[in-house]
């Protein structure tokens, strides 16, 4: 069940870090721009059916964040924070989905350690328009993913 | 280990049934059960773009939403060869849903599709169907609870 990427969005949808882990590079037909449509999609559906959910679930449950969502082909774990980020991480070939409580746990690690150390506790934080490209988000991020028995 | 809801969408996308299965579930208005119905068939189509991988088949294949898990439920949908989508909601880590469902769409050939006066594409209201679906959600959560499996 390899991992093939990761997006974190802010609240209002921009797009603040993403990275493609996925090996093939063999059809990098995508450029910049699709990936970008791509991402808009990814943003737009995990919000319209966070609104499906809120609907259908009963009443006196008050997490309406979703969780994962299959589809054929891969599954996609969402992280919802309090501030409103979005984690977004896509894994293929995941149909039975034995790893799903640990991924979980794996993405908010990645929040709680990585992104607040690294990116919020940067000294040149910016709230609106976190640069996370200048941290080491990234390489600690990698290396974390790397050590997880579900990378590959 | 409740189930909350059972909603079926026709090829496309309006709604052609709806009921609770359980008095957990939220009480949902007519206007709002079509709203649902019509937003799921729409992130259905959007959550297999939004993937970065597709099912092989292009768009003859069954690909989009097969499984949701929120805070607060299970969403489980399956999709027929004729693009009729049977959509099931439980509580959390409530197993089996997918065998729930192909059984549900057993009674939908059986009760609905052989009623001479049925049109396809429309409502159902099948007293037959409504009684079948009632004795297997009874019976599917009587086994459950009479063999508490290693589920939680």
Known sequence: MPVHSLHVFDRKGKTLFTKCYAQNKANKVDDGEQLSEKRKLVFGMLFSLKEV??????????????????????????????????????????????????????MQHAYNDIWIQSVVRSPLYNPVTPNVQATNFETNLDAFLVSQSWYR | MVFLHLFVVNRSGGLI????????????????????????????????????????????????????????????????RTGIKFVLTAEPQTPDLGQVLKEIYVLYTECVLKDPFYELEMPIRSELFVHAVDALVERVQNAVSISPTKHR
């Open chain 2, 17 to 80: 049934h709806h009921r609770h299965l359980s008095n957990k579930a939220p009480k949902i208005g007519t206007n709002e059960w079509l709203r649902i119905g019509s937003t799921f068939h729409s992130l259905h189509a959007i959550a297999a773009e939004a993937s970065p991988v597709r099912l092989p088949g292009g768009k003859n294949s069954n690909d989009g939403i097969e499984e949701m898990v929120t805070g607060g439920m299970v969403l489980r949908s399956f999709q027929t």
């Open chain 1, 53 to 106: 959910a809120a609907s259908l679930s009963p009443s006196s449950i008050k997490d309406n964040g979703v969780h994962s969502v299959q589809t054929g082909a891969s599954t996609c774990y969402c992280l919802e924070t309090a501030s409103g980020l979005r984690f977004a991480l896509y894994i293929t070939d995941d149909a039975d989905k034995t790893h799903a409580r640990s991924i979980r746990k794996a």
